[in-house]
């Protein structure tokens, strides 16, 4: 079993900055993608940033590029989601998200607020 644990959502004005972390618990694998998602209000959840673990290749949506940068450290099999320029659209619960083969494991959820 895997589970993962998110924190570091909150409020924040817009322009700040946030930092998300995602640790990854129970059995691990040597490759395997992390990634995270986001869920606003009265939306479908979306794709935001994803990372591979072996060779740390990085994958961003067209809205957060440039303002987000996702990263990991293997030796806490965690992932970061750094948040920058934050704006009012990217408010919504965060979510994180592993796979590995046919295995997807998804996190509990950190809300993120920007306030305009």
């Known amino acids: 079993q895997v589970q993962l644990v998110e924190s570091g959502g909150g409020l924040v004005q817009a322009g700040g900055s946030l930092r998300l972390s995602c640790a990854a618990s129970g059995r691990t694998f040597s490759r395997y993608v992390m990634g995270w998602f986001r869920q606003a209000p009265g939306k479908e959840r979306e794709f935001v940033a994803a990372?591979?673990?072996?060779?740390?290749?990085?994958y961003y949506a067209d809205s957060v590029m440039g303002r987000f940068t996702i990263s990991r450290d293997n030796a806490k099999n965690t992932a970061y989601l750094q948040m920058t320029s934050l704006r009012p659209e990217d408010t919504a619960v965060y979510y994180c998200?592993?796979?590995?083969?046919?295995?997807?494991?998804w996190g509990q959820g950190t809300l993120v607020t920007v306030s305009s």
């Open positions: 998200n592993l796979k590995y083969r046919t295995l997807e494991v």
């Open positions: 990372i591979s673990w072996e060779f740390a290749r990085t």
